[in-house]
């Protein structure tokens, strides 16, 4: 196994694994010049491997849940393990970010991780070579690249599983979130959306003005949010999509992509689990923000397709920029960054 440093001039550092092709951590000054890790995650090798929640991960072949396991491609249907009863996640138990990867490119700002998926290992259609590549710029920008090709007609679907925290808190509760989207895909009691597209408007869901992540707490204390956002502008990759900030800190981080979906999660099903530091782990201890196609896309037709072509090359970028905020609160996406 690789452990990778990329480092910029700026200031920005970033450490990611080839197990799993994991972003580990991601080292910014906050407001005052103290360096934080802005990411959840663990210490040492053992600790991922012995991750139930995805820490860092890339994953894949298909990311997110596909209802039973099971879908049609070309006439032919295709069973997948069920990893998360009564569903298939993140690419099963033989899925990307279980996997070692090989170190295809390096360099000191930039790393191209591949692995090469095999259909008799994971079940999925063909074999698929991918590859991800992270890069730092000196714009403090993170930029994660996918890129993959199959030997047959198939699906793809990946993105990384990083849990964010920016201030070192015990919860992301007080974090400010805002996201370019008008509506959302609700889910059925197994977490898989049920086909229907709808508004974000009066419901706890709506993040088009920035507001605390506590707002999504329930009775019992944990921020219930597991769900598709359709991001309204993807069709210009550098116009900013979403946005997370800790007043506490002073740290935000804006997110690009060209991907349609940002997956946003709060960590409902974290159990209490030693993180790094030995900081324990829970619901609302970070937020993951996955960045990808519509989730079990593969068997909704209204949903726009995951589907790859034999030797169509998949491409898909996300853009993590770090900056500091110039005064005490948010003012939506025209807020500029130091």
Not at 20 to 33: E, K, M, W
Not at 63 to 85: A, K, P, S, T, V
Not at 96 to 102: A, K, P, T
Not at 246 to 262: C, H, Q, R, V
Request: aromatic share 8%; proline share 3%; glycine share 10%.
């Amino acid at each position: 196994m690789s452990i990778i440093e990329l480092i910029n001039e700026k200031g920005l550092r970033v450490v990611v694994m080839s197990r799993g092709a994991i972003l580990q951590s991601v080292h910014f000054p906050d407001r005052d010049g103290h360096v934080r890790d802005l990411t959840l995650g663990f210490d040492n090798l053992e600790g991922y491997l012995a991750d139930r929640f995805f820490m860092g991960q890339t994953v894949g072949r298909v990311c997110n849940r596909i209802r039973n396991g099971r879908f049609e491609l070309n006439g032919r249907f295709y069973q997948l393990d069920i990893n998360r009863e009564p569903n298939h996640l993140h690419g099963g138990g033989k899925g990307c970010g279980l996997r070692d990867w090989e170190v295809a490119r390096r360099s000191d700002t930039s790393v191209t991780f591949r692995v090469i998926m095999k259909n008799d290992e994971d079940g999925y259609p063909g074999d698929a070579k991918i590859d991800c590549t992270y890069t730092l710029n000196d714009m403090n920008q993170l930029i994660i690249e996918y890129t993959g090709i199959c030997t047959e007609d198939s699906v793809l679907n990946l993105t990384n599983h990083t849990y964010w925290n920016l201030d070192g808190d015990e919860t992301i509760n007080e974090h400010l979130l805002e996201i370019r989207a008008d509506s959302y895909l609700p889910t059925d009691a197994t977490k898989v959306p049920t086909g229907e597209i709808l508004s974000v408007e009066g419901t706890k869901f709506d993040f088009r003005s920035a507001k605390k992540l506590g707002t999504l707490l329930e009775s019992d204390g944990i921020g219930r949010v597991d769900n598709d956002y359709i991001l309204s502008d993807v069709k210009h990759q550098r116009s900013v999509n979403i946005l997370l900030a800790s007043e506490k800190s002073g740290i935000m981080m804006e997110m690009l992509t060209n991907y349609p979906i940002a997956h946003v999660y709060a960590g409902e099903y974290v159990t209490s689990t030693m993180g790094k530091g030995g900081k324990i782990y829970k619901p609302n201890s970070g937020i993951a923000i996955e960045c990808q196609g519509y989730t079990n896309a593969v068997n909704e037709p209204k949903f726009p397709s995951i589907r790859v072509e034999k030797g169509e090359v998949f491409s898909r970028e996300i853009v993590y920029g770090f900056g500091h905020l110039n005064t005490s609160e948010i003012s939506g996406f025209t807020q500029k960054l130091k």
